[in-house]
């Protein structure tokens, strides 16, 4: 089983539609988790970490479930800007060598 | 502005050479990283850095190699071992810490011809 899980997509989906991923981590002493995006031939940039109690950020929904070692991030509204790439980062603890990235889900919002 | 630049944004090579990717950053940060993007794939740790005068090797470094004399730089080289250099080449910084998130340069595109 691969460390960190993304469906690699893509989604296609209508502006103003909402959209989840989830991202599955198999490490259960994972510290920290986080949701980049990263646009075509770009550099990934944070899009929002991911706390336990879950957090909100203007459209965006980041959650954690440690039971079932997932985190998900939903989308609402969908703009067409929001077109990229959005990539599952899992901190295993023990220091930044633990930091594993998943390959990503690849979002296409549509007019 | 506070950032990490990446130069070049592209080089090409001939096999055979080694060829060295600047990375800077100005955000104070001490740990500096090298990842490797290949298509369809996540990105792999090459070398990391929490320190100056100290790195350490992450799951590709094979092929590659690092210096850490300055807080703000991080270069790698790309040697004439790494079989397979054609890549996108990213450099990130954060704090050190128990949960720390990394901020990217624009990545280097290499090309070997």
């Known amino acids: 089983r691969k460390e960190v899980e993304q469906d690699p997509g893509p989604f296609n989906v209508p502006e103003g539609a909402t959209v989840a991923f989830n991202c599955t981590y198999s490490n259960s002493a994972s510290q920290s988790f986080f949701w980049y995006r990263q646009d075509c031939r770009k550099e990934p940039k944070l899009l929002m970490s991911?706390?336990?109690s879950g957090n909100e950020d203007g459209r965006f929904t980041a959650q954690l479930n440690r039971a079932s070692q997932y985190i998900s991030l939903l989308i609402r509204d969908s703009k067409l800007s929001d077109s990229a790439t959005y990539l599952c980062v899992v901190n295993g603890g023990g220091g930044y060598q633990k930091v594993t990235f998943g390959t990503g889900t690849k979002l296409q919002v549509i007019p | 502005d506070g950032g990490i630049t990446q130069s070049p944004k592209y080089l090409f090579r001939k096999e055979g050479q080694n060829v060295t990717l600047s990375c800077e950053q100005n955000l104070n940060h001490d740990a500096m990283y090298w990842y490797r993007q290949d298509p369809g794939q996540g990105l792999r740790l090459i070398y990391y850095?929490?320190?100056?005068?100290?790195?350490q090797k992450g799951d590709i470094a094979e092929g590659y190699s690092v210096s850490r004399e300055k807080k703000e730089s991080f270069p790698l080289t790309v040697t004439s071992a790494q079989k397979n250099p054609t890549a996108f080449y990213l450099c990130?910084?954060?704090?050190?810490?128990?949960?720390?998130?990394?901020?990217f340069g624009q990545g280097t595109r290499l090309t070997v011809v």
């Open positions: 990130a910084s954060s704090l050190v810490g128990s949960s720390p998130a990394a901020f």
């Open positions: 850095s929490q320190i100056v005068n100290d790195f």
């Open positions: 991911v706390y336990s």
